[in-house]
């Protein structure tokens, strides 16, 4: 009996506990909504950024992010409680606004790059206004500006405390410092417990910060932004960190690096004249893609056919997109982890394509038909070699010839013709590069695309006998169905240009080499729709109907392949005239051309395609690569078999160790210009033996 009433004593002072906590717990909230309420809209603002952006199951069910973002925020408001109650709204609403201000740009920016923002990319803001209505049309979007409910919620509890007198209470000094350490040491408790949840694979990616969809989903947005500053602003300050240990490994890494073995193809165009055509936003996909019997793009499949054509090349683009691939393409480098080199390291010494070129005597320019500070080609082009740019005050840009986001394709090639005539006339050699405009997102000009059709039409028969026609709408109207109109025109520009080339008798000694930029920034659930489209509903078909094609993650980031040509007039039905399969990335281009027309730079990332062949891995500045037998995705850790065969743990990390290697010693290139200070290093020595030989 007695031991009952015991258990029963101690069962009322376990519950006047719990009333007793949950009354102060009630208290905290009440003399507390402000600050809470920040709490709650910056940690909900940032978990909706996630949610909204990347659509993958650990993303959904990690806790992390929402720890560190919780842990940013209680520090940021601690300090809050050092104002008087009347000051402290607007010491929180300023900060509300400018977190939903990070996950709204973020958010846009996610919608255009699958990538988050960072603050080394506010020096390319003076270019949003060339591209406009690409962001409006073709990113903006309803979930873009749901972070606005985080201040509005905000302010709604501000004016709902002020009609209760809530701020008229009196705190004194001691007090409100008490409550700033007491909410300091909260927020350290919650980063601690953040801190012991990360991997040393976390901590790794975190500090390399290539691939930023990893680091969002692991450290959440805040964290990451935090981190960007540091790794943005790291760059300006270069010659006082890391500059000893980058050379170091950049003297350890080229040391080994030997020109490839000669093979067939060595100096089969040594002499000739090279026109390289930088065919924007153009897919591979686009080359077996059919409507109603009629080829979306039928001249660049014929000039596939007819020349040299490498199947399996991808793009190798960061934030910088177009300038990214032009400076891949012509140094075999990768972009760099923070900013872009066109602006942010525009006045490195490069070992380009053109610069090696115009050592073998040729003239070399570029021809397009956009501002020439976009992207800021006119300083990045010096140093890339180019001896002339003709941007868009060499041309005649009148109303009726605006196709998307400048000067159609079609205008812009018949206007550069005389050009090429010209230089044709006064050089003996030349390098040119012409870069496509009109197939650029957001591909909204359907009125000046043609009548190419993207819908579906079937013949059929009647009970009495009779056919008609009937069309179904399928892609009409749709974002995915503009593109392909637009990559039709462009594709019948292009068959122009082969027709003025070939009637200006510049073909005769010119090899053509052209290539695609990027993917097009299609959503996956576009191709979803296309593969997967119900006719007789017009819609698409649900994911648990039999005929339901999946089309992964895996399938979208191979699909972004991009075509790689090379075509002569004369190559059709000879040796030259093949179908490459083997992967190649856009760095391989650099050392294949240089084999093909003499030209040699030691500090190339890439390989020459004939040269390591099927050995080949493709990089991606996300850390994620690729071969002829696997896809590895880093953010996941997983990777994809593409034939079949078995792939041991030891190949995995071999060649993710390779990826890391490759990355670091691109950017280091770069941002700390290590080729111009071994230029440098080698013309000291050179002056030395010169002393001790008293010459």
Not at 190 to 209: N, Y
Not at 251 to 260: I, L, N, R, S
Not at 380 to 404: C, P, R, T
Not at 639 to 655: F, G, P
Request: aromatic share 14%; glycine share 4%.
């Amino acid at each position: 009996m007695k031991k009952k009433i015991k258990n029963k004593k101690e069962q009322l002072v376990q519950l006047f506990k719990r009333i007793k906590q949950d009354h102060l717990i009630k208290k905290y909230m009440k003399n507390n909504v402000l600050f809470l309420t920040f709490v709650f809209t910056c940690v909900l603002n940032s978990t909706l950024l996630r949610f909204l952006s990347m659509h993958l199951i650990e993303n959904y069910l990690s806790i992390k992010p929402i720890l560190a973002d919780t842990a940013v925020i209680v520090l940021i408001g601690a300090f809050g409680y050092l104002l008087k109650p009347k000051n402290r709204f607007s010491y929180y609403l300023t900060f509300d606004i400018i977190l939903s201000l990070i996950c709204m740009i973020n958010s846009i920016y996610y919608t255009f790059y699958t990538s988050f923002a960072s603050v080394s990319m506010l020096s390319l803001t003076q270019y949003i206004a060339s591209v406009g209505d690409a962001v409006v049309e073709n990113v903006l979007q309803i979930k873009d500006i749901v972070y606005i409910f985080g201040p509005i919620l905000l302010i709604a509890v501000h004016i709902k405390l002020k009609r209760k007198n809530y701020y008229h209470k009196v705190e004194l000094k001691s007090e409100r410092k008490r409550k700033t350490l007491k909410t300091l040491i909260a927020g350290a408790v919650i980063a601690v417990l953040f801190t012991i949840t990360l991997s040393p694979l976390d901590i790794s990616r975190f500090v390399k910060q290539w691939n930023r969809e990893y680091v969002v989903m692991k450290f959440g947005i805040y964290i990451y932004q935090l981190n960007d500053i540091v790794t943005s602003v790291q760059p300006k300050i270069n010659s006082l960190f890391g500059y000893d240990k980058a050379l170091k490994e950049f003297k350890e890494y080229y040391k080994d690096v030997k020109k490839g073995e000669s093979n067939q193809y060595t100096n089969i165009f040594a002499g000739k004249n090279v026109l390289v055509i930088h065919a924007e936003s153009m897919q591979n996909n686009l080359l077996d893609m059919k409507f109603n019997g009629k080829d979306v793009v039928p001249n660049l499949k014929r000039i596939a056919n007819e020349g040299m054509y490498f199947s399996n090349f991808y793009p190798q683009v960061s934030v910088g997109t177009s300038s990214d691939s032009e400076l891949t393409f012509t140094t075999s480098l990768l972009p760099t982890q923070s900013g872009t080199a066109f602006v942010s390291y525009f006045d490195r010494t490069y070992n380009s394509i053109p610069n090696l070129m115009a050592d073998k005597g040729y003239f070399t320019f570029s021809m397009h038909a956009n501002t020439a500070d976009f992207w800021n080609r006119r300083n990045m082009y010096e140093h890339l070699g180019y001896e002339k740019f003709y941007s868009k005050a060499d041309y005649e840009v009148k109303e009726e010839n605006i196709v998307g986001l400048g000067l159609s394709d079609k205008e812009f090639f018949k206007q550069s013709i005389p050009k090429l005539q010209d230089i044709n006339e006064k050089h003996n050699k030349w390098y040119g590069l012409m870069i496509m405009l009109s197939n650029h997102t957001p591909f909204s000009d359907v009125e000046h695309y043609g009548d190419y059709e993207v819908n579906m039409k079937e013949t059929v028969t009647k009970e009495d006998g009779t056919t008609e026609e009937v069309v179904y709408p399928y892609l009409e109207g749709r974002k995915l169905g503009n593109y392909i109109k637009s990559a039709h025109y462009a594709d019948e520009a292009l068959g122009e240009l082969f027709e003025l080339l070939e009637q200006s008798n510049l073909l005769d000694n010119t090899v053509v080499v052209i290539y695609g930029d990027h993917d097009a920034r299609i959503s996956r659930k576009e191709y979803d729709y296309m593969y997967n489209y119900d006719k007789e509903k017009d819609k698409k078909l649900d994911s648990d109907d039999p005929n339901y094609k999946e089309y992964d993650s895996y399938q979208y980031e191979l699909g972004r392949k991009v075509p790689f040509i090379i075509w002569t007039k004369d190559m059709k039905g000879t040796d030259l005239n093949m179908k490459v399969t083997n992967v190649m990335g856009m760095y391989d281009v650099m050392p294949t051309l240089g084999n093909m027309f003499g030209f040699y730079n030691k500090y190339q990332l890439g390989h020459d395609i004939f040269d390591i062949k099927s050995n080949n891995i493709v990089v991606f500045p996300t850390g994620n690569w690729v071969t002829n037998k696997i896809y590895y995705n880093s953010q996941k850790g997983e990777y994809l078999s593409l034939d079949n065969s078995a792939i041991s743990e030891e190949e995995i990390n071999k060649n993710s160790e390779y990826a890391t290697k490759l990355l670091n010693i691109s950017n280091d290139v770069i941002v700390y210009d290590l080729i111009a200070k071994s230029q440098e290093e080698k013309d000291i020595l050179t002056y030395q033996e010169g002393v001790q030989d008293g010459s």
